[in-house]
């Protein structure tokens, strides 16, 4: 299915392609706690920003893998490049006109990354039937 989101303030606007019935990951590391951020993952082909692209800034910390992508202009971020799937997409739920109908909301132990993130690999990876 193909949904559309934006920031609060409609400057970035975005399009991802993902299952009606999709997994969602509720982290409790110290940025996704603060900003309520829900957990999208999918291959960079499924996702496409509609328009905005230069209203965008980028945040990393740590080991400066993970690109974070917040609008200028609300401070909303809306998707960014995981540290855990550099190949793909992670969008935030809460940004989206409408949720997965289906989805399935599943903690996630951010606050020990090095631990779990290996069990997030294959979301930035294509589906075998598409």
Not at 8 to 27: L, P, S
Not at 111 to 116: D, I, P, R, T, V
Request: aromatic share 10%.
């Amino acid at each position: 299915m193909l949904f559309k989101g934006s920031c609060h303030c409609g400057a970035v606007n975005f399009q991802v392609e993902a299952k009606e019935d999709a997994e969602i990951e509720n982290c409790n590391c110290s940025i996704c706690a603060m900003s309520g951020y829900l957990h999208l993952i999918v291959p960079k082909d499924n996702f496409k920003i509609l328009n905005g692209e230069s209203e965008l800034s980028t945040y990393t910390f740590n080991s400066g893998i993970a690109k974070h992508f917040f609008c200028r202009t609300c401070g909303i971020k809306p998707f960014y490049i995981p540290r855990s799937n550099p190949d793909g997409v992670d969008v935030n739920v809460n940004c989206l006109d409408e949720p997965p109908a289906k989805m399935r909301i599943v903690d996630f132990d951010g606050q020990n990354w090095e631990l779990n993130a290996h069990t997030l690999a294959h979301k930035s990876k294509p589906s075998p039937a598409e």
